[in-house]
Structures are given as structure tokens and as C-alpha cells.
Nanobody
Framework: QVQLVESGGGLVQAGGSLRLSCAAS????????MGWYRQTPGKQQELVAV???????NYADSVKGRFTISRDNVKNTWYLQMNSLKPEDTAIYYC???????????WGQGTQVTVSS
């Protein structure tokens, strides 16, 4: 079992920055992906960024060049640095940990990010 605890959301003006953190505890897997998704009312959940155990990253087109995902393997924590934030980035952000071998997903509790214009 893996537990994820998020932190770092909040209210920021357009053009500002926020950093989200996701701390994992419990049994970790050698082959996994760590990522961030976001959800707004009436819209499908969207993959924002993902980083693999090998360190490969992938981003949604809408955040490329503005967001950066990174991880600290010692702390079992991954981060989402969000720069040049736009009002359309407003959403609840969820961190995700996926066991590649089983396909099972673990989710954080979600953190609200609100970008004012």
C-alpha cells in the first residue's frame, strides 16, 4: 500500500508560480510512474505531467515550457513547479503513483490551485 500526501496549492495571480509536492510512504515499486493530473468541474481529468522511474518526463501540451516535474528518490517525493500560471490552470491537482507491473494507481487527496486574472 502506498499513501500520497500533497501540499503546495493555493491562490496566485496570473504570471505567478507555485510548487506542488507529493510525498509517498509505504511500499514503493521499482518500476513506476509518478505524475500530476488535474480536474475542473465539467471536464475530464487531464494528465499534466509524468516522470518515470528512469527519469523520463512527459507533459501536456498546454503546460510545456511552463511546468516542470521532478523527483527526489531519497525522500520519495515528487514536485510540480508551475511557472507563468494562467487562469486556465485553475483546477484541483492530484498526484498519482502508478505501479507499472500491476497497473494499479494510487492517488493523493488533491490540492486546489486557483489562478486569478
Amino acid at each position: 500500500q502506498v499513501q500520497l500526501v500533497e501540499s503546495g496549492g493555493g491562490l496566485v495571480q496570473a504570471g505567478g508560480s507555485l510548487r506542488l509536492s507529493c510525498a509517498a510512504s509505504g511500499r514503493m515499486f521499482s518500476i513506476a510512474t509518478m505524475g500530476w493530473y488535474r480536474q475542473t468541474p465539467g471536464k475530464q481529468q487531464e494528465l499534466v505531467a509524468v516522470i518515470t522511474s528512469a527519469g523520463r518526463t512527459n507533459y501536456a501540451d498546454s503546460v510545456k515550457g511552463r511546468f516542470t516535474i521532478s523527483r527526489d528518490n531519497v525522500k520519495n517525493t515528487w514536485y510540480l513547479q508551475m511557472n507563468s500560471l494562467k487562469p486556465e490552470d485553475t483546477a484541483i491537482y492530484y498526484c498519482n503513483y502508478n505501479n507499472i507491473q500491476t497497473g494499479y494507481n494510487y492517488w493523493g487527496q488533491g490540492t486546489q490551485v486557483t489562478v486569478s486574472s
